[in-house]
């Protein structure tokens, strides 16, 4: 562009004949991106503010991107962050960068843990004189860990609070923590998104690379999350406390899955600009998968669960390979495409 002013639609114009020229698939999407990071608007507001000139700081920030884009490199990592499930996490060159399908690991990890208590303040509790009896079948477990009762007061059944339990118990006992290991955490993402959506979860989050440790921590930390999720340095389970072992409630990866061979037929993108090292899962993408079982069975309380990312290729396999080691319930989930990637189970019940 040569003109002195740059309008916002002069701006977008020119940097979607730029991406064309440059083969990006998406070039109008690629240039709103961009041009909406380096200005501040958002995508709808950039269409509102068509005349708008942008500032020679905004020019020269967007000149930086649409060259960095022009060479291939991700928008995620031009704008140094993606948007994963419920939250914003940080990401750079050298760490993995989220996926859509690994929103699918999270929500069937959460599916294998208890689900989040609700919680009762003190002052909200009724007086004792003023609680009714319950109307459902005697003896019927409501899932809680409870017994309720079905006759009423005229029967001859108290309409107090039960027996030996206080209105101090239901207001102060705390439920019991869930242990979660996240192993190859990268960003941090999935330890992020499990602490921030299960109030209980404290995660234990490992990665082998140092730079993906880092941003994991500053993730956890941007979050507020710090508190509960640990970063570890160190190859899968090796860095993880021994006396944690047998006590962990569930294990979830997003391990390096992606076959050998599949590589080369990847985008650009992807290949020339994340780590090789958390993708490339060897020759049928279940290299890692291997070591990670073994430790699944040491590391799982009984009844604890897994939930893993693998490649939609080999699922069948990895599935043969978990009940092989002894585990339960084992299950193929299928992503937002429809087709398999993750694997779940559960180690034997006591």
């Not at 600009?273 to 998968?289: R, T």
Request: contains cysteine.
């Amino acid at each position: 562009m040569v003109n002195d002013i740059w309008t916002i639609k002069a701006a977008l114009e020119w940097t979607v004949g730029y991406l064309e020229r440059k083969g990006d698939e998406s070039p109008r999407i690629s240039a709103q991106w961009l041009l909406s990071e380096a200005t501040g608007l958002s995508r709808i507001e950039l269409y509102a503010n068509f005349d708008r000139p942008l500032s020679m700081e905004e020019r020269d920030v967007l000149r930086g991107y649409v060259t960095r884009r022009g060479k291939g490199e991700p928008l995620q990592y031009i704008t140094g962050e993606v948007g994963f499930r419920h939250i914003t996490v940080k990401v750079r060159p050298g760490v993995l960068i989220p996926r859509p399908e690994t929103e699918v690991l999270v929500s069937e990890a959460l599916a294998l843990l208890p689900a989040p208590p609700k919680r009762v303040a003190a002052d909200s509790l009724p007086e004792a004189d003023s609680v009714s009896a319950p109307d459902v079948s005697l003896g019927l477990d409501d899932g809680l860990g409870e017994q309720r009762f079905s006759e009423t007061a005229d029967e001859g059944v108290s309409s107090e609070e039960p027996a030996n339990v206080s209105r101090e118990t239901f207001a102060s006992e705390e439920p019991a923590e869930l242990l979660i290991a996240d192993l190859c955490t990268g960003s941090g993402c999935i330890a992020c998104s499990l602490a921030y959506e299960h109030p209980l979860a404290h995660v234990v989050a490992t990665d082998l690379a140092p730079e993906a440790v880092a941003l994991a921590r500053e993730n956890a930390e941007a979050l507020n999350l710090a508190d509960r999720i640990d970063v570890v340095e160190c190859d899968l389970g090796e860095g993880v406390d021994v006396a944690l072992l047998g006590t962990f409630d569930l294990v979830v990866s997003n391990p390096p899955y992606v076959p050998t061979a599949v590589l080369a037929e990847i985008p650009r993108e992807v290949v020339d600009f994340e780590p090789a090292l958390a993708l490339d899962g060897g020759s049928d993408g279940l290299d890692v998968l291997r070591r990670l079982l073994p430790w699944c069975t040491r590391a799982l309380k009984p009844g604890g669960g897994f939930a893993f990312e693998l490649h939609e290729g080999h699922l069948d396999e990895a599935a043969a390979l978990a009940r092989e080691a002894g585990f339960d319930a084992v299950r193929i989930m299928y992503d937002l495409t429809d087709r398999p990637r993750v694997l779940t189970g559960r180690a034997p019940a006591a």
